[in-house]
């Protein structure tokens, strides 16, 4: 071979290698335009020995030795997964992974999938404008310190033992993080606002089934985290079980502040700020024995706290402000409820304890049957409660500063030990029977301490301390009985002035009642077969007044009288009111 032949050929080779030589930095960037396909062990090994294929590390057996997928971009064109790892229980990283696609075409375009593995984690990487990410028959699963924004949703599938902290979920198109039917997964520290529909999501069962099976989403843990702006509710969960929501932000979402929904039973859901919600701020339906406490609930579009069809509930030391109802507990046979009645107690036998609620339209509204409230307070609510339903118990609560404290519509309720100062009117009975109101202390009210109106038969009022200027009680219903109660004060400014005043009530029982320093004690307007007996009036202008053609239709008998200006006059008129 001739030496000018050689020294060509020599050329040409040093040209070809020139061309096929690039560094291992340029190698990651080509390949990382390309999918990450694992379908199992064998190949997570032989990817992780592959120059160039963007798996490293190994063999996995722990945190400490795991796989790694790191410092990877890839643009999304199709509906290819880009990074997709399937069936191995090896330790895998994925960090500082970049998945981009297009919000308008999300639907189309792959993003991350998770299936079948243990001990995938996921840390600093970004999804936006893709599908998303799906985990599904997963566990001990981790993401942390992700954004992903513009996906459809991040879906987690019959999953469990896994946790997402410290995420940006925004602006998904679908739900921000939706876990259905998976279970023992921690959800801390999130950022999650601006979503399609729900921040926040724990799912069990697709549709109603009776009879319904145990569900299989039970102890997720959604903790401190923000979900704002969503589009419908903020935090939910439904057909779950043993859930705890706790030290959440939730403010500014458009259905409502947090769901506890459709057989949801035993729940924690303690220490959250739900605000400016426009729907509930927080709804537990269909479910029992769950427990909502130290709660702050502001500026409900509807009520603060919503209970239909459920038992067993605890809520205690509860804030709740400037709702249309503070708190809401309601029955329901007919609509879409009536499938879940079947299959569920009655709404019966929830608790709720040292509550303070304000500044509502309505304090509380109670429909359903026996509820217990004890020792909550009642503030500047136009009414504080309406109790619609039966054997109910209203104990040891205060209410301040209303305009009706308490209207009475059911039958079988116990209205005992409260406190009522400055309302338009304390008590409003305005229908039922077999109600006890008992031991209450009235103050500072302006229309009528006690009102018994038509519909209102065979109640008992008993043991009430009333101390104010307006009538103490006004009684128009039948079959009452008014005793051992002590009126004072009472009924000096008003057009038809009474500690008690007979307005058309029927066979009533007014005995062993204490009348002092009233301008009269019992005043009968119109009304019959009433029974005034064994009461005590001490120091009134007037014990009693009776229009003339009442006198004979009523008993007055075995009264004491001391230091009355008048005892009993039968006029046509008031006795005229004292000039000061």
């Not at 202390?441 to 065979?458: G, H, K, L, M, S």
Request: contains cysteine.
């Amino acid at each position: 071979m001739t030496a000018t032949r050689l020294t060509g050929m020599i050329l040409m080779c040093q040209t070809m290698l020139s061309s096929m030589a690039i560094s291992i930095e340029e190698a990651n960037q080509v390949s990382g335009s390309q999918s990450i396909l694992i379908s199992g062990d064998e190949e997570l090994q032989q990817l992780s020995q592959q120059e160039g294929s963007g798996v490293t590390g190994g063999p996995g057996t722990s945190v400490d030795d795991a796989y790694v997928i790191r410092d990877k971009s890839f643009t999304v064109q199709d509906n290819e997964d880009p990074v997709t790892i399937k069936n191995t229980r090896r330790h895998i990283k994925i960090v500082r992974v970049r998945i981009t696609g297009s919000r308008d075409r999300a639907a189309q375009l792959g993003g991350l999938v998770i299936e079948n593995c243990h001990n995938v984690h996921v840390q600093d990487s970004e999804v936006t404008g893709t599908k998303g990410v799906f985990i599904n028959k997963s566990k001990q699963f981790d993401m942390a310190g992700c954004h992903l924004e513009s996906n459809m949703r991040v879906y987690v599938y019959y999953s469990s033992h896994g946790k997402f902290v410290r995420n940006t979920i925004t602006r998904n198109q679908e739900k921000g993080l939706i876990l259905a039917n998976s279970s023992h997964v921690l959800i801390e520290d999130n950022e999650v606002h601006d979503n399609a529909a729900e921040g926040i999501v724990a799912w069990g069962h697709g549709g109603l089934k009776e009879p319904l099976p145990p569900s299989p989403t039970h102890h997720i843990t959604i903790r401190n985290n923000r979900v704002s702006g969503n589009n419908w509710h903020g935090v939910g969960t439904e057909f779950g079980q043993d859930a705890e929501i706790s030290g959440n932000i939730v403010r500014g979402n458009g259905g409502y502040g947090i769901n506890v929904g459709s057989w949801s039973h035993r729940n924690h859901i303690f220490g959250n700020v739900v605000e400016d919600t426009a729907g509930q701020g927080i709804i537990v339906e269909t479910s029992q024995d769950s427990v909502l406490e130290n709660n702050q609930i502001r500026r409900s579009g509807d009520n603060g706290i919503w209970l239909i069809n459920s038992a067993g509930t605890v809520i205690r030391n509860n804030e709740i402000s400037h709702a249309f109802t503070g708190i809401k507990i309601e029955y329901s046979t007919t609509g879409r409820h009536a499938l879940k009645v079947r299959q569920k107690p009655d709404g019966t036998r929830n608790r709720f304890e040292n509550n303070k609620v304000e500044q509502c339209f309505t304090g509380a509204q109670i429909s359903s049957l026996k509820n217990i409230f004890k020792g909550n307070t009642f503030s500047r609510n136009r009414d504080a409660v309406a109790i619609g339903g039966t054997m109910n118990v209203f104990e040891e609560n205060t209410i301040l500063k209303s305009v009706n404290g308490l209207l009475n519509s059911g039958n079988s309720n116990r209205i005992e030990k409260n406190i009522f100062d400055g309302a338009s009117n304390a008590i409003v009975i305005n229908k039922g029977s077999g109600n006890h109101i008992v031991s209450n202390r009235i103050r500072d009210v302006c229309f009528d301490n006690i009102e018994v109106r038509t519909n209102a038969r065979q109640n008992t009022i008993a043991g009430n301390d009333l101390y104010s200027t307006a009538p103490g009680i006004v009684l128009k219903g039948k079959h009452n009985i008014i005793e051992k109660n002590t009126i004072v004060s009472t009924g000096w400014f008003y057009s038809t002035p009474g500690a008690i005043v007979i307005n058309g009530g029927v066979n009533n029982t007014i005995r062993q009642n204490t009348f002092t320093k009233s301008m009269i004690g019992i005043t009968c307007l119109k009304g019959s077969g009433n029974d005034i007996t064994d009461n005590i009036f001490t120091e009134n202008e007037t014990a009693i007044w009776l229009k003339p053609d009442v006198t004979e239709d009523n008993l007055i008998r075995d009264n004491v009288y001391t230091q009355n200006d008048n005892n009993l006059i039968d006029t046509q008129s008031p006795p005229a009111f004292r000039t000061w």
